[in-house]
Every structure is written in structure tokens, then in C-alpha cells.
T-cell receptor
Framework: GENVEQHPSTLSVQEGDSAVIKCTYS??????FPWYKQELGKRPQLIID?????GEKKDQRIAVTLNKTAKHFSLHITETQPEDSAVYFC???????????FGQGTTLQVKP | SQTIHQWPATLVQPVGSPLSLECTVE??????LYWYRQAAGRGLQLLFY??????ISSEVPQNLSASRPQDRQFILSSKKLLLSDSGFYLC?????????FGQGTRLTVV
């Protein structure tokens, strides 16, 4: 079955710097890759997603890139702000299965 | 509009007691439904998912079971809780690709 590995587990950056979180997946049938942000004690919220027919997607300060050949995808946050501090999860969904498998999460701390 | 309800928000249960967590979705039909568990400081582990009434797929063998008695209702159960069952349980539904989560249930087994 699908396995998603996420790195790093913790990431600390200065306000205004960029942050990059990377994920790899194992199932070549995966065709949907969302990213979620979870604030302390809250439910995860979708921040951006990408489908396998697209290589890159951007939404203001957030971008996601996908390399299907290498089976990895990354989240890029530019001009980080303290309110970006949270746990970020990547996920992969093998087409036709209904499954959505998450990575282990990255705790991002943005220092003012 | 479509909403997901999960309850209770917090629960403290003794070891060996039963468990029943309920999740319901409004405003849609035949949704894909999921139960995830998040241990303290850990990732989201997929426990069960269901693509229709009576169709339950288990991802991890353990002390839990799931049932879907109605189209928009998904229940997580245990006959006898273990200390290791403590965690943050999240129900989710997917209308298509996107997944929306319930508020979560923080379960502490004592």
C-alpha cells in the first residue's frame, strides 16, 4: 500500500525567510497530493493541493511542486510569518482506492 | 451546505471500558468517510475508511472497529479500551478529492 515519508520533522525559520517541506510517496498510482495545516488542538485544514497532471501550483505565498518520476512533492512557503507556525502534513491518494495517506507531519516554527 | 459533526470533543475512559465515537455528515450523499488517529506529537494514522454503507476497510489491525449503519454515519468502537488507545481521533469525509475533518475527539484512557 501507499507510504508517505515527510521531512523534516521540525523546521525553525526567521520571519521573512522561506520554508520548504518535502514528501515522498511509494505508490505510483497516487494522483492527488494535498497539504494540510494543523494548529494546536485544532482539526487539519487544507491549504493547497496538486493533482498528478500538474507540476506546480501556487497560491500567494504558498506553492507546491510535484515530481512524478521521482515520486516526491514539496511545499514552499515564502515570506514566512509567525502565524504560519503550525504542523504541516502532506498526503497522497492512490487513484480508485478512496484512501488518503498522510505523512508524519512537520512542526514549523517561525521566529519573529 | 455540507458539514461534518463529530462527538464528543473530549472523553476520559478507564482501561477496559467500551468506546463509541460518532461522526455524521450533512448535505451530501454516499460520501467517503474516514477515521484517523493522531497520537501526541505524531502524524495522522488512517484507521478505517468506508466508500459506502456496510463497506469498511481496515488499515491497521488493532483494538478498534468501525461501522457505517447509515449513509452519512460512521462509528468508531472498541469493546475494551487500552492505554495505547489514547489520542486525538478525527473523522473525515471526501466529497471528491478534498478531505474535510471533524473537530476531533481527544480520548484519554486512564
Amino acid at each position: 500500500g501507499e507510504n508517505v515519508e515527510q521531512h523534516p520533522s521540525t523546521l525553525s525559520v526567521q520571519e521573512g525567510d522561506s520554508a520548504v517541506i518535502k514528501c515522498t510517496y511509494s505508490d505510483s498510482a497516487s494522483n492527488y497530493f494535498p497539504w494540510y495545516k494543523q494548529e494546536l488542538g485544532k482539526r487539519p485544514q487544507l491549504i493547497i493541493d496538486i493533482r498528478s497532471n500538474v507540476g506546480e501550483k501556487k497560491d500567494q505565498r504558498i506553492a507546491v511542486t510535484l515530481n512524478k518520476t521521482a515520486k516526491h512533492f514539496s511545499l514552499h512557503i515564502t515570506e514566512t510569518q509567525p502565524e504560519d507556525s503550525a504542523v504541516y502534513f502532506c498526503a497522497a491518494s492512490p487513484g480508485g482506492t478512496g484512501k488518503l495517506i498522510f505523512g508524519q507531519g512537520t512542526t514549523l516554527q517561525v521566529k519573529p | 451546505s455540507q458539514t461534518i459533526h463529530q462527538w464528543p470533543a473530549t472523553l476520559v475512559q478507564p482501561v477496559g471500558s467500551p468506546l463509541s465515537l460518532e461522526c455524521t455528515v450533512e448535505g451530501t450523499s454516499n460520501p467517503n468517510l474516514y477515521w484517523y488517529r493522531q497520537a501526541a506529537g505524531r502524524g495522522l494514522q488512517l484507521l478505517f475508511y468506508s466508500v459506502g454503507i456496510g463497506q469498511i476497510s481496515s488499515e491497521v489491525p488493532q483494538n478498534l472497529s468501525a461501522s457505517r449503519p447509515q449513509d452519512r454515519q460512521f462509528i468508531l468502537s472498541s469493546k475494551k479500551l487500552l492505554l495505547s488507545d489514547s489520542g486525538f481521533y478525527l473523522c473525515a469525509w471526501r466529497p471528491q478529492d478534498l478531505a474535510f475533518f471533524g473537530q476531533g475527539t481527544r480520548l484519554t484512557v486512564v
